[in-house]
């Protein structure tokens, strides 16, 4: 008989992960702050979205909620809130036809079907564009090129020539393309006609040595755009992007010609720019963002900005380029570790900007953005002059672990953030400055919970414990009030180390975390050494020791908690996906006997035999140098083998549950494949769910609510009785 039984649906699981998510902003006509969810719908098993405006800003209670249509892929408000563009793609028969719409508001001011000049939108955060000029009659977008038409000859070779891509979830998309779409407004407000129309796909004059793919196109002036440049390795790869901060890749300037000499260019041809590129080439520089002052003069540029290869995520860099000049400085440099004066680690914001990331308080013009603090995500004022930087969601002793995220500024004095704690799921929040310039809030939106859900979160209790013996290692602890005062045995712990290694487990809010916390586990996620947020010098600690420093991390993280009596020997289990699923089943290896049970997703197991689409990763992490002509040498394979949990598998007594994607590009199954057969091969108690179609993070609707209710029964059933 199977050791996983399910014993039915998570009580809390499905409407804690349906609640609205906010995942985007922008402010529209008269400044009323828009705000896009997705919600995920397990009846119909798919992710939908919904928008809803606020028009009476922080001065009404009043909103106004639409569901999107799925055939929006992406929609822009124009600097002057009076217009929309839209990327919309709409099914026909068993083709898909496309379409880019200019709305002024509710009257449609230009529409062209561009379904023959390129294929599907880029809507990614790495490619994707969508910018309007200053006068608002162009648009710039990025979609994928036609590599040309199978019917047009008999070669059959253009149909099966391999094309490097961006690796996980790029995987079957064509070459990003920028695109320019230019449009005369009529003078009697009718809808443009296609002779008042262009279209172009940019190019280089002076095409590089080998091909720049380019994306994240901005407007500066009507015939100057900002944009980022994909770069191939000498090899030719491109190393895949999804998580990684350290690609080849710059920041361009590119002009546009003339617009008289594009005048009757025929849709979807070639127009030749020329082009600069910015940023040096040992920089991997993304997100320009272009600041103008109160005359609509461009004056600054700016990007972030990390070391090229290394990490694949480390401290970020803000550099700003002066547009009168054209010189180059970096306004917030790498810090290698905090100081005790201002505890400041170093910025760790998303990817990339927010598309409109400034704001002015008084004379000062500020980039706003969130940012990692150790284990929390606050919101920093950055000064564009002089680099200063104010934390404005500091927390305080007594306040809720709130971590933030901004979405949107107005570009004036008001911008929309959301917040969460791991026991309180998002809500949206108005910031604003008033007469005085000082910073208010306004709460816009809050979750709608049945009251026997929010009943039970209320018992749950979230704190941060710095694990004193392994700084700057610190765990997030959520617990249940009642059961942690109640005699008897304690709640069986958890424990979560986070993937990456480079990336962080913060106090947001996690449906799936909070489900678990509520089926009455104690749930303790550590940051161990190399997490963001807490000073490049520990990120780049790990490098080299991988297998042993962030797994004694967490050894210490659960030696604590039971010091301070939080949890207990022998009630102990572990979960982890992808590097957390390597430290997992490092954990159960190398410490049979202090983890009763184990589940991991898409684990890491043995480095030297992973395929993935971020190869150059397995060698980096264990301090060896990545180079195009890298080979795995038996001593590389020796070092990478000694330091990876396949080493330990012997010694493994705790039965393990393996979540397996078929799809996944990042981990490649069979690294979760090998591990199963290992350890049955060693008749060890073992099973796997493998989830045909799912990728790295098994994020699907039923593959998410499958794997958190498997890992409720694996531990309900084993978490209880220590490994043999």
């Known amino acids: 008989m199977s050791l996983l039984q399910h014993t039915g649906p998570s009580t809390f699981y499905a409407e804690l992960a349906e609640l609205p998510l906010p995942v985007s902003a922008d402010f529209v006509g008269g400044d009323a702050p828009r705000v896009t969810y997705t919600i995920r719908d397990h009846e119909r098993n798919i992710t939908r979205s919904l928008t809803k405006t606020f028009p009476g800003g922080f001065g009404s209670d009043h909103q106004i909620t639409s569901h999107d249509s799925s055939e929006v892929m992406a929609f822009r408000t124009s600097p002057s809130k009076s217009r929309q563009a839209v990327l919309r793609e709409v099914a026909d028969g068993t083709s898909t036809k496309r379409f880019v719409e200019i709305w002024a508001g509710i009257q449609i001011e230009a529409s062209l079907d561009v379904t023959k000049y390129h294929d599907a939108f880029h809507t990614d955060d790495f490619t994707s564009s969508l910018s309007f000029s200053p006068s608002e009659t162009s648009l710039l977008y990025t979609a994928e090129a036609i590599i040309g038409d199978d019917n047009a000859s008999d070669d059959p070779y253009p149909k099966f020539r391999y094309t490097p891509h961006f690796g996980e979830l790029s995987r079957g998309k064509k070459a990003p393309t920028i695109f320019l779409f230019r449009w005369t407004r009529s003078t009697a407000f009718t809808k443009a006609t296609k002779q008042d129309m262009l279209l172009v796909a940019l190019s280089l004059a002076q095409p590089t040595q080998a091909p720049v793919l380019f994306g994240q196109a901005t407007f500066a002036t009507e015939d100057i755009i900002y944009t980022s440049g994909h770069e191939h390795t000498k090899d030719g790869r491109l190393l895949g992007i999804k998580w990684c901060f350290n690609r080849p890749m710059g920041i361009w300037e590119i002009k546009l010609p003339e617009s008289a000499t594009v005048q009757g260019t025929p849709f979807g041809a070639k127009m030749s720019c020329n082009a600069l590129k910015l940023t040096p080439s040992e920089r991997s520089c993304r997100s320009p963002r272009v600041l103008y002052d109160n005359n609509q003069t461009p004056t600054k540029l700016f990007w972030f900005s990390n070391p090229v290869g290394g990490p694949h995520a480390s401290c970020v860099s803000l550099e700003s380029r002066d547009l009168t000049t054209g010189t180059n400085k970096v306004l917030v440099d790498t810090v290698m570790e905090p100081t005790p004066e201002t505890d400041f680690p170093g910025l760790y914001p998303n990817y990339n900007m927010p598309y409109s990331p400034f704001l002015r308080r008084g004379d000062h013009t500020y980039i706003v953005l969130h940012s990692l603090w150790r284990s929390r995500a606050t919101i920093l004022f950055i000064d564009t002059e002089s680099g200063a930087i104010s934390d404005e969601t500091k927390m305080r002793d ?63 209790t979230a704190s941060i414990i710095p694990i004193g013996a392994r700084p700057p290692t610190e765990t997030i602890v959520i617990q249940s009030k009642k059961a942690s005062t109640r005699p008897g045995p304690k709640s069986i712990c958890v424990t979560i180390p986070h993937g990456g290694p480079h990336i962080s487990t913060t106090t947001s809010f996690y449906p799936a975390t909070a489900a678990l916390a509520l089926e009455g586990y104690t749930i303790s996620l550590p940051n161990y050494t190399g997490s963001m947020g807490f000073g490049e010098k520990y990120i780049q600690k790990l490098v080299g020791h991988c297998g042993t420093m ?130 049955k091969g060693r008749e060890r108690r073992v099973e796997m769910l493998w989830f045909k179609g799912e990728m790295h993070l098994l994020n699907g609707i039923e593959a998410a609510r499958v794997s958190l209710e498997a890992g409720r029964d694996w531990f309900k059933n084993l978490g209880q009785n220590p490994a043999d």
Not at 560 to 575: C, D, K, N, Y
Not at 599 to 620: H, K, Q, W
Not at 654 to 662: F, N, R, S, T, Y
């Open 398 to 460: 007594g306040e809720p672990l709130y971590n933030w995220d901004l979405h949107a500024t107005d570009d004036k004095t008001h911008f929309i953030c959301s917040r969460s704690t791991p026991t309180t799921p998002h809500e949206v929040l108005l910031g604003y400055f008033d007469e005085h310039d000082n910073l208010n809030w306004k709460v816009l939106d809050k979750p709608m919970i049945s009251f026997a859900t929010e009943n039970a979160l209320r018992d749950l």
């Open 550 to 679: 962030e797994v004694q991390d967490v050894v210490e993280s659960v030696n604590e908690l039971i010091r301070l009596g939080i949890s207990e020997h022998g009630r102990q289990v572990v979960q982890g996906a992808s590097y957390g699923g390597f430290i997992a089943a490092h954990l159960i290896g190398q410490y049979p006997t202090l983890f009763n049970a184990a589940v991991m997703r898409n684990p890491i197991t043995s480095f030297g035999e992973l395929a993935s689409d971020i190869l150059d990763c397995a060698y980096t992490e264990f301090g060896l140098q990545f180079t195009p002509d890298s080979l795995m040498t038996p001593a590389t394979f020796q070092r990478m083998f000694e330091a990876s949990p396949i080493a330990h598998v012997d010694n493994v007594r705790a039965p393990v549950l393996l979540l397996i994607g078929e799809d996944d590009l990042r981990v490649g199954p069979a690294q979760g494949l090998r591990f199963y057969h290992a350890l």
